[in-house]
């Protein structure tokens, strides 16, 4: 059996923390996206062509991490709303009971 020793309120907390990682994470990657395209500038060859290709490759990757992280921050909220919705279907059994 589970013991649950955890609140719905720090759940909600996590989840809003895992979305500020997220949002941390999207600008990181923009900026980053930014300072390789900008190289364009002062590296040419097909070096750079090969880096530019490789990075602009796993962008599809950055980009499901960042799903995967609003997944789990959606995850957090359900099992807090149904934590919460337990909490108080059992409040309200005990309390009908006769």
């Not at 020793?5 to 996206?33: G, W």
């Not at 991490?65 to 149904?82: C, I, P, Q, V």
Request: glycine content about 4%.
């Amino acid at each position: 059996m589970a013991i649950i020793q955890v609140t719905p309120e720090l759940l909600q907390s996590k989840a809003t923390e895992v979305r500020s990682l997220k949002s941390n994470h999207d600008e990181t990657m923009q900026k980053l996206n930014n300072l390789v395209h900008a190289l364009n500038e002062q590296w040419k060859g097909e070096a750079q062509n090969a880096f530019v290709a490789k990075f602009d490759s796993m962008q599809s990757q950055f980009k499901n991490f960042s799903e995967m992280l609003e997944g789990y921050a959606k995850l957090m909220d359900t099992a807090a709303r149904e934590i919460q919705n337990t909490d108080q279907t059992l409040k309200g059994t005990m309390q009908s009971f006769s």
